[in-house]
């Protein structure tokens, strides 16, 4: 099985076709869910998120350690990352340095390529826009596109999610390594 990165906006319908390709699959689900609640919309949030999953999924509530999640995912079971981009945000909660980020997620980018289930995880793109205007935006900015550029790397099939719509990225002579 491949792994699927889905990647676009906010409120694109990335999370919903994430679901859709993973309730096509004829194997278990495991859903990674990296959101903490660290305020009352965001507990709504994922409130709305968990009713939508079908019951027969098991869910792993993991925000930091994608890794030890994905080696205790059975091989059998296709695995929904929901989402990376909240994931990056916990990796700068816990400090851990900016040279270090790529590498962390090259490693994991390559363990969810190998699972023989499939994965399909979700990210945003929040370099479309304007540069933020402060020091800590700019560095999260900076470590998503790393990050995004990794998986899309190590990703069999990247879709952009754009509206409720789907556009395929294929892959490219020119595309740039992860790292720069």
């Known amino acids: 099985m491949p792994l699927t990165l889905l990647i ?5 319908g990335k999370s919903d076709l994430a679901a859709r390709i993973a309730k096509s699959w004829q194997t278990p689900v495991t859903f990674v869910a990296t959101a903490e609640a660290w305020d009352d919309e965001m507990t709504a949030r994922i409130r709305r998120h968990q009713a ?6 098991t869910t792993v509530e993991e925000p930091r350690h994608l ?30 340095p900016d040279d270090q980020v790529p590498d962390l997620a090259r490693r994991l980018a390559e363990q969810a390529a190998a699972h023989p289930g499939g994965v399909v995880a979700v990210t945003n793109e929040v370099g479309l826009g304007v540069v933020p205007v402060n020091r800590l935006s700019r560095r999260y900015v900076d470590l998503l ?6 998986w899309v790397q190590a990703a069999d099939r990247s879709l952009l999610v754009v509206a ?6 294929p892959p490219s002579e020119f595309d740039a390594p992860p790292w720069t």
């Open 8 to 12: 676009g906006g906010a409120r694109a």
């Open 52 to 57: 939508n999953r079908p019951s027969d999924w």
């Open 67 to 96: 890794d030890r999640a994905l080696a205790n995912i059975p091989a059998d079971s296709g695995v929904v990352i929901d989402c990376l981009t909240l994931w990056v945000n916990n990796v700068m909660v816990d400090k851990i």
């Open 145 to 150: 596109g790393a990050v995004n550029r990794v």
């Open 164 to 169: 409720g719509r789907v556009v395929a990225l």
